[in-house]
């Protein structure tokens, strides 16, 4: 049962972030969102690095809720003449809400990606802060 799942979508920084858990001695699970996207093919990329890492690789199916939640929801906007950024519903909704509910059904106690940010624990609470490198600060996206 791994301890820790991986949001990867094969690119540098989630591969990265999978490799420096695995060295570390976690039970690294990779997984890899299906967000019904044509053309992509992040899921060979993940599966490609998995396979290289010699650690387990999921495909999280994900394709409707996306599109009820994130993409409906920004096409509605758009057309009303606001301009939305569907990342911040995706990690609200998708990555932090569905997928994070879908990795500790697989066994997984924490989700890990490869975006730069601190987390920050006090007191039984824990946020994230901008990374200690500003010019490598992914804190915003997430």
Not at 90 to 96: G, M
Not at 112 to 123: F, K
């Amino acid at each position: 049962m791994p301890d820790v799942a991986v949001a990867l979508s094969g690119g540098v920084d989630s591969s990265v972030a999978a490799t420096l858990l695995a060295e570390a001695g976690h039970d690294v699970v990779g997984v890899t969102m299906d967000l019904g996207l044509a053309g992509s093919d992040a899921t060979d990329r993940a599966r490609d690095v998995c396979a290289h890492l010699g650690i387990p690789h999921v495909v999280i199916d994900l394709a409707a809720p996306f599109a009820d939640r994130v993409v409906r929801p920004f096409a509605d906007a758009y057309a009303a003449g606001r301009t939305p950024n569907p990342c911040v519903s995706c990690n609200e909704r998708i990555k932090f809400g569905l997928l994070a509910e879908r990795v500790r059904q697989l066994g997984a106690s924490a989700l890990a990606t490869g975006h730069y940010a601190r987390i920050v624990r006090e007191d039984g609470h824990a946020w994230l802060e901008r990374g200690a490198d500003s010019a490598k600060d992914q804190s915003y996206f997430l």
